[in-house]
């Protein structure tokens, strides 16, 4: 899972690295050849750079390995970071000069070299500066942490807190223990983590608090009526790990939605209960396409944005984009964007409308909203283009292109807890529901086991043929 994840990124770190270093060899080379003044421009025919590029493209990632270029970052200073860059280069330039020397590679141009040592550096420190800024900026709001619930708050505990402790590169923290007996409330474990509640109140803790990950650490048969927990747990999309007790296995107990399978968590064995995809990644590959489609579209619908602000700014008063508070992944709350297609005060006026509601449960839609800006607000929402500023969302980690749509606080409030599961997967802009022929007749439990069959059902593939459906619904104008 993490350790996947993990091995995908460093992956690509490398082939930055390797990119890096080519590009600073063929830069180095131009500049030799066109951009020096006269005196010092110019390489002979003879001998083949091609050779020591491969050399380098060889050398160099063996090297970047070997001085720990990937080593997480959360443990490190970039001043440590900049002395290994230094290291490792400077060492690769020493090892290559012996291997030409060997080979009898001769008439290598000095002056070439030396520019591509100090380019290599150059474009190398810049990448990491700037990969290990915008992780730090991230971790200091507080983004890419996975909050964790421990149940139980002895040895087992006391060993995840440990793990957690030593792996905080991993981004887990923890908000505290439950357990099954009131007197142990308030009960300080270690390291500043305590005993929050008991047991009995883990329905509402996982209503009001993101919660990521619910780990068991202590003996299940310890836990009257366990069986309830873990459904409870398994319903709302919570990923769920047992430590090794196995008590689970005499309960019998057999999951409804996820799937059981044994792994470690920062060293510890564990059983883990999933009830989301399991194929990290091609979901690290999805968040990489979100960027590249959102930062593209952006770019390319520029003179959209600028020609729908305008229009919406002189058809009626108020602010250009609508903002409001949704939740994200695990019930996270962000900042929703969309360009503005109602009156101002289009949420005051709403609980004037509610018998006119369309839908059942606990949205709200009416097909001829009175709320509407004429003209403008009706194009914007025919076309779906009204949801293009989401791209903003996408491009702050906040949603992806493909998933289910985010909830409103109130909405999620009136959710039953199997509803909650919807959650559990980072929202989108388009998904099931939204290229479903006839979509607005659909109930709004029918509306849910969409998004929970798309969860289920995840892949790349899938993703792919949402997208292609929506392309078509955009052009075919069937937005609501």
């Known amino acids: 899972m993490l350790r996947e994840q993990k091995k995908l990124i460093e992956r690509m770190h490398r082939l930055l690295d390797i990119f890096l270093t080519v590009l600073s060899f063929a830069g180095a080379y131009f500049i ?210 047992i430590l090794p007790q196995w008590h689970i296995r005499q309960l019998g107990y057999k999951p409804n939605i996820g799937s059981l399978q044994f792994e470690t968590f920062l060293g510890i064995p564990t059983m883990a209960l999933m009830t989301t995809p399991k194929d990290h990644q091609s979901l690290l590959i999805k968040n990489i396409i979100d960027y590249i489609i959102a930062s593209t579209s952006i770019v390319l619908c520029l003179p959209v944005f600028i020609l729908a602000s305008i229009t919406i700014k002189f058809s009626s008063k108020g602010p250009i984009f609508f903002k409001q508070e949704r939740l994200g992944l695990n019930g996270r709350k962000f900042k929703f964007y969309k360009f503005r297609t109602m009156v101002v005060n289009a949420e005051e006026i709403q609980s004037a409308l509610k018998e ?25 929402r025919k076309t779906s283009l009204d949801e293009l500023p989401q791209m903003i969302n996408v491009i702050k980690g906040e949603m992806s292109i493909v998933g289910p749509r985010p909830p409103i606080p109130s909405e999620v409030k009136k959710y039953d807890n199997w509803h909650r599961r919807r959650l559990s997967m980072k929202p989108g802009i388009t998904c099931i529901w939204q ?46």
């Open 32 to 241: 030799k050849k066109e951009i020096l003044p006269v005196p010092f421009r110019g390489l002979l025919d003879e001998p083949d750079y091609s050779i020591l590029i491969l050399m380098i493209i060889i050398i160099w990632p063996i090297s970047f390995k070997l001085f720990g270029f990937y080593s997480p970052y959360r443990k490190q200073t970039f001043g440590h970071i900049f002395l290994k860059i230094i290291k490792a280069v400077v060492t690769n330039f020493l090892f290559l000069i012996m291997l030409m020397y060997l080979f009898k590679i001769t008439d290598i141009s000095r002056i070439m070299m030396s520019i591509f040592i100090l380019l290599n550096v150059l474009l190398l420190c810049l990448s990491k500066n700037f990969i290990y800024r915008t992780l730090t900026h991230f971790r200091a709001k507080g983004f890419n942490l996975r909050n964790t619930l421990l149940v139980g708050s002895k040895e087992g505990a006391i060993e995840v807190i440990d793990a957690i402790g030593e792996h905080r590169e991993n981004g887990y923290r923890i908000i505290g223990c439950l357990e099954v007996e009131k007197d142990k409330i308030g009960k300080s474990v270690k390291n500043g983590i305590k005993v929050i509640d008991t047991i009995e109140s883990m329905e509402r803790i996982l209503l009001e608090e993101i919660v990521d990950v619910l780990i068991f650490a202590m003996p299940l048969k310890k836990i009257k009526n366990i069986e309830h927990y873990i459904s409870l747990a398994e319903d709302m999309g919570v990923s769920i790990r």
């Open 356 to 380: 006119e509601n369309e839908a059942d449960g606990p949205a709200f839609k009416i097909k001829k909203d009175p709320r509407i800006i004429p003209i403008i607000g009706t194009f914007l």
């Open 435 to 480: 290229v479903t022929p006839n979509r607005n007749k659909l109930k709004f439990h029918d509306w849910i086991k969409m998004d929970l069959d798309y969860i289920d059902r995840w892949s790349l593939k899938l993703d792919f043929e949402i997208l292609h459906k929506t392309i078509y619904a955009v052009l075919k104008a069937e937005g609501w």
